[in-house]
C-alpha cells in the first residue's frame, strides 16, 4: 500500500500512473500502425519532459522552519525567510487564512468561561439538596454498599 505526506504527493503518483497509461494507448498505437512513429515518439517525450518537471519542483523546495511567533519577534530565520520569500501576508500571520487542506485551529473550549471547581461543587449540592427536598425516604437514591476490603 502507498502512503503519502501530502495531497501533492498523491496527485503526482496519480499524474504518473495516467502518463503511463498514455504511454500503453500509444506503444500501441503505433505498433498496429495507426499513427506515425515519429508522432507517437514525440508526445510521449513531450509528457515526459512535463511529468520529470513536476517531480522536480520540490527539489527547490527550502524549510526555513519558522512559526508565528519567529516571525513577530523579527528572528534571525525570520529574516532569513523574509528576504527569501518576501513578506507574510497579514491574513497568514494572524491566522485568519491557512491553507485549505490545513486542519482547523479553533478549540471547542476556546470560547467557554472558565469556572472554579468551588463554583461547580456548591451548584452540584444546592441542585441535589432542592432535587431531593420532599421526597419520601424510601424513594432516596442509596449508595451502593462498599467491597469488602482489598482483593
Known amino acids: 500500500m502507498l502512503q503519502f505526506a501530502t495531497p501533492h504527493a498523491y496527485r503526482a503518483a496519480q499524474l504518473l500512473g495516467e502518463y503511463d497509461a498514455l504511454v500503453c494507448q ?9 499513427c506515425p512513429s515519429g508522432q507517437m515518439g514525440d508526445r510521449i517525450a513531450l509528457g515526459a519532459h512535463r511529468l520529470r518537471g513536476v517531480f522536480s519542483l520540490p527539489q527547490g523546495f527550502r524549510v ?15 529574516q532569513q525567510a523574509r528576504a527569501h520569500l518576501g513578506e507574510l501576508p497579514l491574513d497568514i500571520l494572524s491566522g485568519e487564512r491557512s491553507a485549505g487542506h490545513a486542519r482547523s485551529r479553533v478549540s471547542p473550549l476556546a470560547h467557554a468561561e472558565p469556572r472554579s471547581l468551588t463554583d461547580t461543587e456548591d451548584q452540584l449540592e444546592s441542585t441535589t439538596a432542592e432535587q431531593l427536598e420532599g421526597t419520601p425516604p424510601e424513594s432516596m437514591p442509596v449508595a451502593p454498599a462498599a467491597a469488602s476490603g482489598p482483593r
Open 64 to 78: 526555513f522552519a519558522i512559526n508565528r511567533a519567529d516571525v513577530q519577534h523579527n528572528t534571525q530565520r525570520a
Open 26 to 34: 500509444c506503444l500501441t498505437l503505433k505498433h498496429v500502425g495507426a
